[in-house]
RNA sequence: GCGCCCGUAGCUCAGUGGAUAGAGCAUCUGACUUCGGAUCAGACGGUCGGGGGUUCGAAUCCCUCCGGGCGCGCCA
């Protein structure tokens, strides 16, 4: 464990407006609401134009209605007392009656305040009804402070709730190594994975895959055809990847796995599909993405697992029988059809182990599950969490990310792909071509919804203009700054204190660098990670333009920050 | 036919009901003899697919139409 975390200056400021609010009903300057529906949520967040202050609330205007009373007249008020809330100091000591009613985040955010000193500058109210703050530089100054202490863990955010949180991604079967297709998939789930790390969660990033079945067979079944020199069957698997298996299949293993035929194509399958996996493995580790569990589907029926979630579903009354299978009644939940789980034939359906997987990821402890899926899995959404509810779990702990398609086009033509066939280009040729930085910003700075092309050519050949060469250059002329620095002898000042009151290009900058926890904070909760690519864009920017207007000095303040987000 | 997603600058894309809708690329004009010019300052560029509605306020929420993608198996 480390250092209690301060919260976000956004969340010190919202508090701030709060007991404004607060001490003006005390007052009597403004009335308490009596219906607790009309209380509004305080939203503080920054304004689009500079000159509209550090950060604004349109507090008033929410309360406009349940007061009867103009929003103008109501900032007025309001600003009266965040700037007596600046001017005392012991503005957050006095007695608190809401305290209890609004608990840690309130707290800590007091905590804070008493720690960094008032964050409220000057007010200003501006039509038709925002309270723009100019924050107090003794504030910005012992905040940037804190954040330069904190170092590597700034950013970090303690959650209200923390979870522990799976998060399954990629998960394409190991028949054929990664292709393009699923670069995508793979970038969007281990950054979604960091940024609920860095927001207090506990993240497991697990791969889900098929280790036995028609597929496994069929893979086995033309690495030993191309081994031995028949044909290789006609749903059978082609390319360059599996005639590199049939060479490499150890002999004695072919041996021992006896005649042609279902058995030995399960052996040399299975041998093969785990040396593909293995690949994938590596592919992934070029990515710079780790998991930490590999969960075969076949042990889901070993275990147990399925059987026991389709005897909740019996428990729970929404099984049938009908024409020998058996039946989950889907549409109980708001379904348009009722799902098989188990075929006449006796065999489980993909929705089976579906249902006994969610099951078995609840019981080793998760409080929420992510699944990151292709759009084109859109259809078995609904099924899953609709069993999921019947097995007494909670909807909305169950969520799908849709990740929508990428068109891969060179020079305008897309790129056409098929496994079956082996006509593909796999991940680790994109990686060689574009690089792993430039391919994990990408994605990263789109909306997993939006279906978006990739030119490979454009990447290559944009990449000095790349916007990740833009931050990343921004951190290398840090680490050029910090190095001049120490040639020379020069140490960085303990204390920002009294240095940024009066230049307005670096208090901007620190303004804009203790950003991050908001940045990480608004990725974790709403699940999108392009916010935090378009932040270090404009961090990087800002520092561009510090680096040309101050020379050198308080170097050390953006470094830390910048540092970490070239990172991201 | 039904359901989900999308439509924003020439191109690629941001924008969880707030103020004058943004960034990169492309195009054009400028800038250090000093910390890395992979930089900086500026210009050009928009019926937010169309039309209604909700309200103090809509790219954002609701309805409808147009256009595109995906899904609607006892497949995997």
């Not at 940037?144 to 522990?164: L, N, S, T, Y």
């Not at 970038?187 to 993240?203: E, M, N, P, S, Y």
């Not at 182990?353 to 992510?370: M, N, Q, T």
């Not at 799908?400 to 020079?411: H, K, Q, S």
């Amino acid at each position: 464990m480390h250092a209690p975390i301060s919260p976000p200056v956004r969340a010190i400021v919202r508090r701030a407006v709060e007991r404004a609010w607060e001490r003006a009903i005390a007052a009597g300057t403004l009335p308490a609401l009596s219906d607790a529906g009309e209380v509004p949520t305080i939203e503080v967040d920054r304004p689009a134009h500079p000159e509209h202050g550090d950060l604004a609330t349109n507090l008033a205007m929410k309360l406009a209605r349940p007061y009867r009373r103009s929003p103008l007249e109501i900032a007025q008020i309001l600003a009266a007392e965040l700037e007596r809330d600046a001017e005392a100091e012991g503005a957050v000591a006095g007695p608190d009656a809401a305290r209890d009613a609004v608990g840690d985040d309130a707290a800590a955010a007091d905590a804070a305040t008493v720690l960094l000193g008032s964050p409220v500058g000057s007010v200003d109210v501006a039509a038709p009804g925002f309270l723009n703050i100019r924050l107090a530089p003794a504030f910005v100054e012992a905040a940037a402070d804190a954040a330069r202490r904190a170092g590597e863990e700034f950013g970090r955010v303690a959650a209200p709730r923390p979870q522990h949180v799976n998060v399954e991604f990629v998960s394409a079967n190991p028949t054929g190594p990664l292709h393009i297709g699923n670069a995508r998939g793979a970038f969007v789930g281990d950054l979604l994975c960091r940024v609920l790390a860095a927001a207090g969660h506990r993240v497991t990033r697990e791969y889900y895959f098929n280790d036995f079945g028609q597929q496994v067979w069929n893979l086995g079944a033309s690495v030993a055809a191309i081994r031995l020199g028949t044909p290789i069957p006609e749903d059978g698997y082609r390319g360059d990847y599996v005639r590199e298996l049939a060479a490499e299949l150890p002999e004695a293993l072919l041996a021992g796995a006896g005649e042609p035929g279902p058995e030995r194509d399960r052996v040399v399958g299975e041998w093969a599909s785990e040396r593909i996996r293995a690949g994938i493995e590596a592919s992934l580790a070029h990515l710079g993405v780790h998991f930490d569990v590999w969960k075969s589907e076949g042990s889901l029926y070993t275990d147990g697992s399925v059987e026991r979630a389709l005897e909740r579903l019996r428990a729970a009354g929404v099984v049938y029988e009908a024409d020998g299978a058996v039946w989950f009644r889907s549409t109980a939940y708001g379904d348009d059809k009722d799902r098989v789980i188990r075929k006449s034939s006796g065999d489980y359906t993909y929705f089976g182990s579906d249902i006994g997987y969610v099951a078995e990821k609840f019981g080793r402890g998760f409080d929420h599950l992510v699944y990151i899926w292709g759009v084109d899995h859109h259809g078995t959404v609904a099924r899953v969490r609709n069993a999921a509810e019947a097995m007494g779990f909670a909807r909305d702990d169950v969520e799908m990310i849709l990740v929508a398609w990428v068109r891969f086009v060179r020079d305008g033509a897309e790129v056409s792909m098929s496994k079956r066939t082996g006509e593909f280009i796999t991940l680790d040729e994109l990686l060689a071509e574009v690089g792993v930085d430039a391919a994990r910003w990408f994605f990263g700075s789109r909306a997993h919804t939006s279906a978006i092309d990739f030119d490979i050519e454009l990447a290559k050949k944009q990449s000095n203009e790349n916007p990740v060469y833009y931050v990343q250059y921004a951190h290398a002329r840090i680490c050029s700054i910090l190095r001049k620095a120490a040639d020379s002898g020069l140490t960085a000042a303990d204390s920002l204190d009294g240095s940024l009151a009066d230049d307005e290009v670096s208090r901007g900058l620190a303004i804009l660098a203790l950003r991050l926890p908001e940045v990480v904070e608004d990725a974790a909760t709403v699940h999108e990670t392009q916010g935090v690519t378009a932040y270090a864009t404009e961090l990087a920017t800002a520092f561009h333009a510090f680096y040309r207007d101050r020379r050198v000095v308080d170097a050390a303040d953006p470094a830390t920050s910048a540092a970490r987000l070239a990172l991201v």
